[in-house]
Structure formats: structure tokens, C-alpha cells
């Protein structure tokens, strides 16, 4: 369920965010949205097979590696926030549950309700179609970061930021 409380109590308690697609071209999305939830206080863990390094972070080759490097150094992936096309994420659902994270995070246009209801099932929240800094920024007063319109018009800023 994507309401309001749930992401919240998701965005507020997941502070370890594995990429999965994350760019290291500053152009891309998934590069943006990644920067934002650094500057917010997240800890990136960058998935890409082709680089080395992204926002300062080791880039790691799958969410399964990224989680036996963290892992041994007593880190665990909260969430696991995907770049990647639609029929791309039932493996990535697959080793988001299987490293034990606690929600599968799909970005504006991915959508498998297959692989949601398979990692609902194992107690994982799912989030589709939905991008995770544009929530962020609306549930957290975040917005003026290079904005979005969210149609909602408000003077009061949020009295306590989870950061």
C-alpha cells in the first residue's frame, strides 16, 4: 500500500538505500535521486556492473554483493530502490529478499506485480510506480532541492525532518 503513513514510516526508517541502475553520468535520474538521498542523510550503496565508484561510493556489480561487502562490515541494505526496466526486476526482487531488505522500491514506470506480491509475501513493503526522491521531498520539505509540483500549496514547514 502506498499511502501517505507507509511512506513515511519507509522513507523515515530506511536509511541504507542499494541503487540498483544508479548512473554515474550527473544527467541521469537515477543519479539525481541518488544525490538527493545523500544530501538527506541516506547512505547510497550504487548497483552498476560497469562502474567502479559512484557519488564517492564503491559501485557494486549486485545487490547480493553489495550486501556480503556491507554485511561483513556489520551494514545491512534497508531498501532497494530500482533503475531498472520492468521485466528487469523479478532477480532484483529475488536477492531483495533474499539479503532480508526491509522494502523494494520500484521508480516511476516500473511495474511487477508479480515479483511486488512475491516480495510482499515475504514481508518486505513494496513500493511501484513511485520515485523516491519526489517523495521524499514532498512528505519531508524537500521540494525547494530543485523542486517538483506536487499540487499541494503550504506556508507551514514540517516542525521535525527525519535527517
Known amino acids: 500500500m502506498n499511502d501517505i503513513a507507509t511512506l513515511r514510516r519507509i522513507l523515515g526508517t530506511c536509511k541504507t538505500v542499494a541503487v540498483v541502475g544508479l548512473s554515474p553520468q550527473w ?9 538527493y538521498l545523500q544530501a538527506h542523510g541516506y547512505r547510497i550503496v550504487p548497483v552498476n556492473p560497469t562502474a567502479s565508484e559512484i557519488l564517492g561510493e564503491r559501485c557494486y556489480p549486485s545487490v547480493s554483493a553489495a550486501a556480503a561487502a556491507l554485511g561483513a562490515r556489520g551494514e545491512k541494505i534497508d531498501l ?6 520492468s521485466e528487469d526486476i523479478p532477480p ?3 536477492e531483495a529478499i533474499a539479503i532480508g531488505a526491509r522494502c523494494l522500491w520500484m521508480q516511476i514506470g516500473v511495474i511487477d506485480e508479480q515479483a511486488a506480491a512475491k516480495a510482499r509475501d515475504s514481508g518486505l513493503d513494496v513500493v511501484m510506480d513511485r520515485c523516491v526522491k519526489i517523495e521524499h521531498a ?4 524537500g521540494l525547494n532541492w530543485a523542486g517538483v509540483n ?3 500549496i503550504s506556508s507551514r514547514r514540517p516542525q521535525h525532518l527525519p535527517y
Open 92 to 94: 532484483i526482487a529475488d
Open 150 to 152: 506536487t499540487r499541494v
Open 27 to 35: 544527467h541521469r535520474p537515477s543519479f539525481f535521486a541518488a544525490k
Open 138 to 141: 514532498r512528505l519531508f520539505g
Open 80 to 85: 532497494v530502490d530500482c533503475f531498472r526496466r
